[in-house]
């Protein structure tokens, strides 16, 4: 791994923070998610602001993962009501009560947020930059050439402009996140979600996905990281949220969380994770 | 043994008209019905899927009548038993430059109706392979459903539904047979109707033999270079020989392409 993984401004190459984004991103109010009977989120709330970062950590099975598919409405919530950018996310709200909105509706607020899944979940069938222009011409109706200018400058930046024409098979688990990435920013959306985007990854390519991650962090993305990355969370998050038991049990800034932990819980997580 | 070899290789290689218009009619019935079929397949397949409870059931009704009767009744069933019931009578179609028999329609609507029937499972499983994580990653793109499966998720299971869809077109070449029972001219009809004429029943069902032998073989070298095409998913089609490459390749015993 010779490359650098970034390459300049990457929010450059998609003309900067969306001007759809909102002061407030994202607004989540009192979430209740059951699976069956087994409730996985308890009155989650949570604001996230234009620019902030925000890394959610906590044990496994704490909700953590389930609460940002959440945000895209890859999963349904049983009560309470996630904005982002101000619209209420896959609910249309009638008589005060919540009913499920039309796909079509869906998947246009799903435009505004991009997500980084674990398992990078590239299309095999296409190659790195048809990866990324798939859904600016599919979904935003952006002709080819410029969707493939914008994806070219994308790869570049996150530092596979060699890569634009393999295949996710030959890339590296690190590559092919850094390819997801890029997919995600294609659609210019006002926010990112990261579910555990550096967990299936080997160790030496753990360092250029966090580092693209970084940069965007400090290039004003409005981020939200689920992560077990702690020098992460130290280093660029503005806020460290810590679930347990599908509660948000603190909502601090790293330094805090890191030095002086509120809960026992925090401390208990901290001392297993930090070794 | 009463076999006449003139016969056999007069008819062999000086095919009467009589005969290539059954051969035409074998392939063309075979790839319109196997077309229509896959339609069909696809349609039912996304229909196993639906969230509406009615959707699923009808598609499970479908599957369920039309691999659980034997083809050769539902050819009858739909051509005669329909017409004999005054519910419905195929009637010739005049398309002007060319008329279409209304046994040869019955015949297209029974083998894609039945070979829909199979392609909706094979469908289904291909769809079913591949990883949900396909269908998180197109929907958090904004894309719907219909985008997402004609776009990421279909292409995807191509691969694993070019197989069993090369065997289903093998089986399609030699079911056309059973259309012969309602009077459609294609190649056992034919032949039956030169044997009611020569006696040569021998050598005539030999010819019609390699006929089919034929057809089905050739059809082989067409499936591998499709399972070559659509095997890999990392591979790209402009990657890919042309049919023509691909297929001498593989009569060349070459490695295969790449």
Redesign the interface.
């Known amino acids: 791994m010779s490359a650098k993984a970034v390459n300049g401004d990457i929010l450059q190459a998609i003309g900067g923070i969306p001007s759809e984004t909102k002061d407030t991103v994202v607004e989540a109010i009192g979430v209740d998610k059951y699976f069956g009977a087994h409730q996985v989120l308890k009155d989650v709330s949570l604001t996230v602001k234009r620019g902030e970062v925000v890394v959610i950590v906590g044990p496994s099975g704490s909700g953590k993962t389930t609460f940002i598919r959440c945000i ?1 409405h ?1 999963e349904k919530i049983q009560k309470g009501r996630i904005l982002v950018n101000g619209h209420l996310i896959g609910y249309r709200e009638r008589n005060g009560r919540l009913y499920e909105d039309a ?2 509706n869906i ?2 607020q ?2 505004e ?3 980084v ?1 674990q ?1 990078f ?5 296409l ?1 790195a930059l048809g990866n990324i222009v ?2 600016p011409i ?3 109706g952006i002709a080819r050439a410029e969707a493939v200018e914008t994806g070219k400058a994308l790869l570049a930046r996150v530092g596979l402009a060699d890569k634009a024409n393999s ?4 890339l590296s688990g690190g590559q092919q996140q850094r390819v ?1 990435i890029a ?2 920013l294609a ?1 210019r959306p006002s926010l990112m979600l990261f579910d555990e985007a550096t967990s299936a990854l080997d160790p030496e390519m753990i360092g250029e996905v966090l580092e693209v991650m970084k940069e965007l962090a400090r290039e004003g993305m409005t981020m939200i990281a689920v992560t077990h990355e702690m020098g992460f969370a130290r280093e660029v998050a503005d806020r460290v949220v810590m679930m347990d038991e599908g509660r948000i049990i603190e909502d601090t800034d790293p330094t805090r969380f890191f030095t002086a932990p509120a809960s026992d819980r925090s401390k208990a997580f901290l001392a297993r994770i930090l070794r | 043994m009463n076999f006449d070899w003139a016969s056999f290789w007069h008819y062999l290689f000086q095919p009467t008209s009589v005969y290539l218009h059954g051969l035409w009619l074998t392939l063309s019935l075979s790839v319109v019905s196997q077309s229509l079929g896959t339609l069909i397949g696809v349609a039912a397949a996304l229909g196993t899927q639906s969230r509406f409870r009615a959707v699923r059931a009808l598609v499970g009704f479908y599957t369920w009548l039309f691999r659980g009767t034997p083809l050769l009744v539902q050819i009858v069933f739909v051509y005669t038993a329909l017409a004999a019931g005054g519910i419905f009578r195929f009637e010739d179609i005049d398309l002007g430059f060319v008329v279409i028999p209304g046994n040869i329609q019955a015949a297209i609507v029974a083998l894609s109706l039945n070979e829909g029937a199979y392609m909706t499972e094979i469908i289904r499983a291909g769809i079913l392979a591949v ?1 949900h ?2 269908t ?10 219909f ?1 997402l499966m004609r ?2 998720v279909l ?2 299971a191509i691969r694993i539904i070019v197989p069993p869809l090369g065997n289903e077109f093998n089986a399609m070449l030699k079911n056309t047979t059973l259309v012969s029972v309602i009077g459609v001219p294609e190649l056992l009809l034919a032949t039956q109707m030169i044997t009611s004429a020569t006696f040569r029943v021998f050598e005539l069902y030999t010819v019609v033999a390699l006929y089919y032998l034929t057809l089905t073989t050739l059809w082989g070298f067409v499936q591998a270079w499709l399972e070559r095409r659509y095997g890999e ?4 089609v402009a990657q890919n020989p042309g049919l023509v490459a691909g297929l001498r390749k593989l009569l060349t015993r070459g490695e295969p392409v790449r």
């Open positions: 895209n890859l796909e079509r998947a246009r799903r435009r947020i991009g997500m899944f398992r979940n590239l299309f095999p069938h190659t798939e859904a599919q979904v935003r295949y996710p098979a030959q997801a997919r995600a659609m | 990883d994580g396909q998180e990653a197109a929907k958090s793109l904004g894309m719907t459903y985008k776009r990421i292409p995807q998913p990392s591979r790209s």
